[in-house]
């Protein structure tokens, strides 16, 4: 069920991208901001896709809110997740409003023929510069509680999820796109803090994004690369039986296992499901020349597939729920 997710370079597909979506072992694509004009243009962009490829694909996107949002303009801006608790201070109204967010967030990206975002965070607010606002909480019940409202939004609008960056990336300061972090504490500490929101929420979630974060305490590769975490921790301890998906194998968080190739080996061999390699055609055509693939794509592109459509945001914007939870939006206090 393993595989490669690529990214595009353009506002359209080039023959080149044609070419590389045709093989077997391409599972995805992960747009970013500068595959994105405007709605009509990016339903073009998706159709494209899943056309040149000629069968089932998954089409992502980061599009958490906050600092993460590759598609803006006609898109609804979802805050940070750490203004649900900042700006409300009634739990049951904090469930109410992630919840629309996470529906909100997810229906937008659905009606553009995306199926996937990777989301939510379920990292816990502490020293990181990279997480942040990003996490619901620096408490784990209130980001279990939160995290938690916002998959149920997900999952009504027909989106499933990814929980990241697991162990956990919250409390170290350096940021994996441009470092290797490294975390000091011990198993049992991580699992009383970091783990015990993905512990409670393995369930409820259809994939899972480890970190590339090196926990030496626990094992000498980042969590990414590390059986230890992978298949003891996370597969057997957690029973968790979704897809797990890499990180960006080009952050500097990965550089550790190698080449190209051997992280991309490396990853699989660990456990990883779906492989994610950005910005970077020429590292992802090596991978797809040089790595074996066990098995077929197919699985784990049906489990994170969603219920997309091309109706666009217009129609979307007439239903009564996006109406709500732009009101709700109201209660948030925004950076812009």
Known sequence: MAGLIIDVPGLQLTDHDKAM????????V??????????????ELTESI??????????CV??????????????????AMARIRKSVSSPAQQSVIARELGWLMAAELLACGVDHSFAPVLDIEGESTVIGDRAFSSDPEEVIFLAHAFIRGMHEAGMRATGKHFPGHGTVVADSHVDIPVDERSLDDILALDGKVFAHLAPHIQAVMPAHVIYPQVAPEPAGFSKRWLQDILRKQYEFDGVIISDDLMMAGALVAGTV?????VALEAGCDLLLVCNDQVAAQTVLDTVTFPGETQPSVDTLRGQTSTDGLAKLRESQRWQEA????TLLTSEH
């Open 62 to 79: 980061d599009h958490e809110g906050g600092r993460v949002q590759r598609f803006r303009g006609e898109f609804t801006h979802i805050p």
């Open 326 to 329: 732009q009101q709700l939006l």
């Open 21 to 28: 979506l045709q093989h077997p072992a391409v599972a995805g």
């Open 261 to 265: 190739t051997q992280r991309a080996e």
């Open 50 to 59: 899943r056309s040149a490829a000629g069968r089932d694909l998954v089409i």
């Open 30 to 43: 992960i747009l970013f901001t500068r595959n994105y004009e405007s709605s009509a243009q990016l339903i």
